[in-house]
């Protein structure tokens, strides 16, 4: 996805963090349910991503067609979708998909969040989706079964259930949705999609400090007091000790760097006078 769609997709994305503490499994549920019906029909998928029609008229369509049948919230997010514009029919579903996903993943973290655990969700849904998949590509039966025409969608998230009986509901609810609606993909391609959406989210709690030599106990304290205040958890820290920065201390957290280095400042200065 790129361009005009990857905009809309961003501002999605964006519009929806404001929903995620909140978010329950439901709602993800919900977007997968209208995900199906967008996919099953191709004239609904043009006439939601038709660019010579207004945003108001694409809402409006979504809330006709969904209104008193899901939640009012995943109403008002498919709704928002349809209103952006798309550069292909397929676009808005990839998006609905990804938004789904992301709420499935923001309870994992929210579940998490509430023993100020930070990681503990969010890796524990990683792991079921790599145990998940390790057993369907070991089983070139699995494979055969988990791809087999005929076979009912229950049938096949039994057969997913039995593969991972421990995972979380979280995992349950991203793995039968790949099983039963993999949209053109492998059902191990889809599930490793997510997982990398579960990872990209788990970013946000891991602090990578960079620093000239290793930090004392009381510094390291330190920082992780500091660290957690300014971002509002409890984060985990990654010190990696990197000579090249002459002095001072880099931190990425997520896409946000901060960086007191010396390399930094000059490099900084490089670019000013370049």
Do not use: C
């Not at 501002?11 to 099953?40: H, M, R, W, Y």
């Not at 514009?85 to 994992?108: F, K, P, Q, Y």
């Not at 979380?168 to 609606?181: D, F, P, R």
């Amino acid at each position: 996805m790129a361009g005009v769609s990857s905009e809309s997709l961003a501002a999605a994305l964006a519009a929806l963090e404001a929903k995620l503490p909140t978010a329950s499994l439901q709602l993800a549920k919900d977007l997968f349910g209208i995900l199906g019906t967008v996919d099953s029909s191709a004239g609904l998928r043009r006439a939601l991503t038709d660019p010579s029609r207004s945003g108001d008229e694409k809402s409006s369509l979504v809330k006709q067609l969904f209104g008193g049948k899901v939640s009012a919230d995943a109403v008002e997010i498919s709704a928002g979708l349809a209103s952006s514009r798309w550069a292909s029919a397929r676009d808005i579903g990839d998006a609905l998909e990804t938004l789904a996903a992301s709420v499935v993943i923001a309870v994992a973290e929210n579940k998490s969040a509430v023993s100020a655990s930070g990681l503990t969700g969010l890796e524990s849904l990683e792991n079921d989706l790599f145990a998940f998949n390790q057993s369907v590509e070991s089983s070139h039966e699995v494979q055969r079964a988990l791809s087999e025409p005929q076979a009912s969608p229950a049938a096949k998230v039994t057969l997913a259930e039995k593969l991972v009986p421990g995972a979380s509901e979280e995992a349950k609810v991203l793995i039968a949705q790949a099983v039963t609606a993999p949209r053109g993909l492998k059902v191990t391609k889809l599930v490793r999609r997510f997982a990398e959406l579960a990872a990209k989210r788990q970013e946000r709690w891991i602090a990578t400090v960079s620093v000239t030599r290793p930090l004392t106990e009381t510094q390291t304290s330190r920082l992780q007091t500091g660290l957690n205040a300014l971002y509002g958890r409890e984060l985990k820290i990654n010190m990696n000790v990197d000579p090249a920065l002459i002095g001072g201390i880099r931190i990425q957290v997520g896409d946000e760097v901060v960086d007191a280095s010396v390399a930094g400042r000059l490099g900084q200065l490089q670019r000013q006078i370049a």
